[in-house]
């Protein structure tokens, strides 16, 4: 679906830039482009482990980057979560899953544990996250080679999930693990072929929101949560 | 700490009568014992960050990395055309609204238009250097607009009045103590010194703002010609809580920003974080693809992109087309050993300080409005190691002191004296001359030195030479030059 182009008085016109840019390259419009530099493997690529290896990598880097990483199993993923919840005594939790089968089972226990739920699924409005103690997600993908979980924005997954409640639980199975960014990009391509992504926000994030600005003193959670936690599911 | 009073207007920091005489505060910044230790210390952990990370990671491959970064980006200057074209289709296709501004002050029009038409009246920003470049912030607030930085550093300079001194950590100059009068003048809060405290105050500030704003601006560190795609880096989060619940989101980008693909982006994000801060990847990379799509409950309904150019499109000339590679990472300014002792006391009057600053401000506002940038530099090379684009900073500079020498710009009695030094090398014969006259003059002023050695020192030059001697001697001439040393043992035979 093409914008309606409202009018432009303030600015100069899209012919008008590309003529200057023209002008400055001594470019012909229409002329061809030769391809973009090859990106070699063997100078790019920082991570190609696999298996137990792979999972151990990302574990490592998001240890490094401030997460804090759970290993679980599909049988004690949720007793995790209660464990973590329990520990910070959160009375009120926010669910921004987009895996059915994670978010009726997560929304289940939490009921059953006594706790308030924001379930964005039902209650689509960003509000909510700012009353919550803990952010509850599943993720799109994980990069073992920096430690990432990605998030691509949804119907169930709210774009501010994980930037707004204090506290962050993403949900990752290790089958989700990619070794390196160029993998990311080869599985979840931003435009054109058949894998193009088609969300309008996908976000990678990498431990705990950060700032140095004040003399150079680390302090967490600054806007974004102070505690970023990854259970992750063996699978 | 650098001295400022709460009414010097933040516009005269980074846009000072012109031409700009930077001694004045070069010399502050350099005699501010404090604001040394502040600047040195981060700037060197950074420097040296950077150089570890990076070999960690790339190990023997780094050079070869930064050569193939600077190579895309190369690449997609070349073709800079062709790549807009691209991104601005892409980019529509999926509802995004693009704009394009020549200049500074079509920019900001731009930009009010957008926010008058959808009756913004409390605006949250994320930190971005073209938007200081236009003076955006006081255009907005002039009509009516209440903006807030959200960038910690940035939030605290926009309170206090001051300026950025750094492309990447903006308070590199400033102590916990202004910011906590700030804070008590400003914000009513309590006296705390205690950087966390200060922190989750202007936390609390902000969130307040986050809740409420109707408009979020941003800038970019790249856009994806591929899919028409914004991507911007931050570590605090401020930038997806500015730019996720406004209905409306404007992204301000200069157009050298622009990458090919997707996949280019491995290469930049493995490069820039690891450049600016030492850390492998910023803490939210945050890539949006347009407004809000049917299905999806929240995100802005409007995204507007404004394309800047302000002068990009004079430096696109070959000569000068690697400055606009540039990745706003500030790695040429941690490295720089002028922007170490000067940078915290904005002596580069300009927005974009340090190296990289040094040779774009004279090409955007005219060599001679800034005649000392260029010269304000030893030709080290340091900025050039460590730029993660690739880009030969120093020979830029030279090129820019030709351009000087060939438009006479300097002060009149240093251009005589290189035209008289020029004469004078050219010549054995008038070199030996002169250089037997200064032999003799300067050891007659010399004095010995007090270890009893042959060497002598001369303690004070004469005249605009004395600059010199203020803080060191100058060394004398040995009694014999070498040459006639080596004509003698050369006929002589001997080994003395």
Known sequence: MSAAQPPRQAGESRESMLARVRAALGSRPGASVPEAPVIEDSIARLCNAEGDALTAHFEKAGTDAGMVVHRASEESWLSVIDELLKGRHAKRVACCIEDESLRIALNHRLRETGRAVFDFSETPQSDGLFDVEVGVTDVQSAIAETGSIVMASSADRSRCAHVIPPVHVAIVRTTQILPDMIDYWRAFSLGGGENQSTASGIVLVTGPSKTADIEGILITGVHGPGEVHVVLIDN | ?496
């Open chain 2, 1 to 496: 700490m650098t001295s400022h009073t709460p009414q010097t207007e933040p516009e005269h920091l980074l846009d000072p009568k012109l031409p700009y005489d930077m001694s004045p505060r070069a010399d502050r910044a350099a005699g501010d014992v404090q604001l040394q230790q502040f600047v040195n210390s981060a700037t060197r952990g950074r420097n040296q960050g950077r150089q570890d990370v990076c070999s960690t990671a790339f190990g023997a491959n780094y050079d070869a990395m930064r050569s193939l970064a600077g190579s895309i980006k190369q690449h997609a200057l070349d073709h800079l055309d062709v790549y807009l074209d691209r991104f601005i289709d892409c980019a529509e296709a999926r509802g995004t609204h693009v704009h394009y501004a020549m200049d500074d002050a079509q920019a900001r029009n731009i930009c009010l238009e957008i926010a008058r038409r959808h009756n913004a009246t409390l605006c949250v920003k994320s930190k971005s250097m073209v938007t200081e470049e236009v003076h955006l912030l006081g255009a907005l607030q002039s009509a009516g607009i209440e903006t807030i930085e959200t960038d910690l550093g940035e939030f605290i300079i926009q309170l206090d009045g001051d300026a950025p001194s750094h492309i990447v950590a903006p308070m590199i100059h400033k102590d916990r103590v202004s910011v906590a009068k700030a804070f008590v003048r400003e914000l009513d809060a309590e006296y705390t010194e205690d950087p966390r405290s200060l922190t989750m105050i202007a936390r609390a500030h902000m969130r307040e703002k986050f809740r409420q704003a109707n408009l979020g601006i941003s800038g970019a560190n790249f856009l994806v010609a591929d899919s028409g795609s914004v991507v911007i880096c931050t570590n605090e989060g401020n930038a997806d809580l500015s730019i996720s619940r406004p209905p409306v989101h404007i992204v301000m980008v200069g157009i050298e920003k622009i990458v090919p693909r997707d996949e280019d982006l491995s290469v930049f994000l493995k490069l820039l974080a690891r450049s600016a801060t030492a850390q492998s990847i910023t803490v939210y990379t945050t890539i949006i693809n347009g407004p809000r799509l049917a299905e999806e409950h929240d995100g802005p309904e409007h995204v507007h992109v404004i394309l800047v150019d302000n002068g990009r499109t004079t430096l696109l000339s070959p000569e000068t087309r690697e400055l606009l590679r540039c990745i706003r990472c500030g790695a040429c300014l941690n490295a720089c050993p002028v922007y170490r002792k000067v940078g915290g006391g904005h002596a580069y009057g300009a927005v974009y300080s340090g190296p990289i600053g040094a040779t774009i401000t004279p090409l955007l506002k005219g060599i001679e409005n800034y005649p000392d940038l260029p010269q304000a530099s030893s030709l080290c090379g340091a900025c050039r190691e460590a730029c993660p684009v690739d880009i030969d900073i120093p020979r830029q500079l030279v090129a820019l002191r030709a351009t000087q020498v060939q438009r006479r710009i300097g002060p009149r009695g240093a251009r005589l004296a290189m035209r008289l030094w020029a004469k004078t090398l050219v010549s054995r014969r008038r070199y030996e001359i002169s250089s037997r006259l200064m032999r003799f003059v300067l050891r007659r002023f010399a004095s010995r030195d007090s270890h009893n050695s042959p060497q002598r020192w001369v303690g004070r030059l004469p005249g605009s030479l004395g600059g010199w001697t203020e803080h060191r001697d100058f060394p004398a001439p040995a009694a014999r030059p070498f040459r006639a040393w080596w004509r003698k043992r050369s006929s002589k035979g001997d080994k003395s």
